[in-house]
């Protein structure tokens, strides 16, 4: 049982996370903030059905047009037609995730956090970096685009292999991941083992926020981020229960919304293999990601405090650029990118670099664009065992 001490911290420490998310750019009061975070923390109170998966997570069906991402006044200005409208696209989700145990029609999954929840995801922010190339703790074996302030992005995607790794311990993580972004700010999504963050070990989906470089947030933690899919809530564990490889394919694209010619737009992720739409973001969450990306990446990320060894990216196999096999390492493969203009046709993207922080621990092979069932590939992967950098 906790201390009358402990409490006593854990609740400051909660108090300054909520005055931490005022401070934040959500265009957000600091009433609205304090009832999002209420929302978020007792959705056991709204729920309309409760899922447990295991002996672990709780999932939390609630009500669509009640979820706690609509507290956000881009969505309070909004008209119920077209919340209606992203309603309908999300249940037309095929049955994967929650087969057979799933939600009620017309709620969808939110898994259910508690105030120790949100100050780990608070912490993870503190160490979850806003610049890759000097980030201590943090090490990356990435592709990327250059960034070009003419080149305008509409989307990303990428198929990304899956498997339940050993040996990610306390506030470590790993995560394969893709990144669209303009400046400071940015979208993330991919899969992700982070002890901190879900309790576990488990390789799960998600979605990270950065605004200006400063301000950034987790899957449901993001206030305006509204959920459709009523089958594959974030947070969810796709690897085989006996550790076999997997695979899952995300996109995130913008999603025009209003007459043929408008250019009202929602950025979108999706989970491509079931063409489905996962969820939204309002554009007005950010500055220049308000109007148009420029730049993406896709590959692996790990992250261990400096006094402990940094952990294995993927297999723990370093990928031999002249003689490379996908069998013995991570990868991501077509991946693409769609420009403006082009219709939301996605493309092998062009002008990339290659960008590994560390090359001898971690490193990086481009296949280019292997064949047609391959797209683009990429390999990356590596040991680990950095420490104090």
């Keep these: 049982m906790a201390s009358r001490v402990d409490i006593i911290v854990i609740f400051l420490c909660f108090i300054h996370?909520?005055?931490?998310?005022?401070?934040?750019?959500?265009?957000?009061?600091?009433?609205e903030v304090l009832e999002f975070k209420k929302q978020l923390i007792n959705l056991k109170k709204f729920a309309i059905k409760s899922v447990q998966i295991g002996d672990g997570d709780i999932y939390d069906c609630i009500d669509f047009?009640?979820?706690?991402?609509?507290?956000h006044p881009f969505w309070k200005n909004t008209t119920f037609e077209m919340k209606q409208k992203l309603f309908v696209e999300g249940m037309q989700t095929k049955d994967i995730g929650f087969k057979g145990i799933g939600c009620p029609y017309g709620t969808v999954p939110i898994r259910r956090v508690n105030k120790d929840d949100l100050i780990s995801a608070k912490i993870l922010s503190k160490i979850h970096p806003s610049n890759i190339d000097d980030e201590p703790g943090h090490h990356y074996?990435?592709?990327?685009?250059?960034?070009?302030?003419e080149r305008k992005l509409d989307g990303i995607e990428s198929d990304f292999s899956l498997f339940n790794p050993s040996g990610i311990i306390g506030s470590q993580y790993r995560a394969f991941q893709m990144t669209i972004s303009s400046g400071l700010d940015s979208i993330k999504t991919g899969f992700m083992v982070n002890p901190l963050l879900f309790k576990d070990n488990k390789t799960r989906l998600f979605t990270h926020v950065m605004i200006d470089g400063r301000?950034?947030?987790?899957?449901?933690d993001c206030p305006g981020y509204v959920h459709v899919n009523s089958e594959i809530p974030l947070g969810w564990t796709f690897v085989n229960p006996d550790g076999r490889n997997y695979s899952e394919k995300l996109r995130i694209s913008k999603e025009i919304h209003g007459e043929p010619n408008s250019t009202n737009?929602?950025?979108t992720l999706y989970i491509t293999k079931q063409n489905s739409i996962i969820g939204f973001w309002?554009?007005?969450l950010f500055g220049k990601l308000s109007e148009y990306a420029n730049q993406a990446d896709w590959g692996g990320e790990v992250y261990s405090p400096l006094d402990q060894p940094s952990p294995p990216m993927g297999t723990g196999i370093?990928?031999?650029t002249r003689s490379w096999n996908t069998y013995y390492s991570a990868l991501s493969w077509r991946i693409a990118?769609?420009?403006?203009?082009?219709?939301?046709?996605?493309v092998n993207p062009i002008d990339t670099e290659l960008y590994a922080s560390d090359p001898h621990t971690y490193n990086i092979v481009d296949a280019g664009y292997f064949e047609e069932d391959w797209g683009r590939l990429i390999l990356y992967d590596g040991p680990g065992g950095i420490k104090g950098a």
């Design 17 to 31: 996370v909520c005055n931490n998310l005022v401070e934040a750019n959500w265009e957000l009061s600091t009433k």
């Design 265 to 267: 737009f929602l950025w």
């Design 282 to 284: 309002p554009p007005t």
């Design 318 to 320: 370093l990928p031999n």
């Design 215 to 220: 301000t950034q947030c987790f899957n449901h």
């Design 337 to 346: 990118c769609a420009y403006e203009n082009a219709k939301f046709h996605f």
């Design 141 to 149: 074996a990435i592709l990327r685009t250059k960034a070009y302030p």
């Design 65 to 71: 047009y009640k979820q706690p991402g609509f507290n």
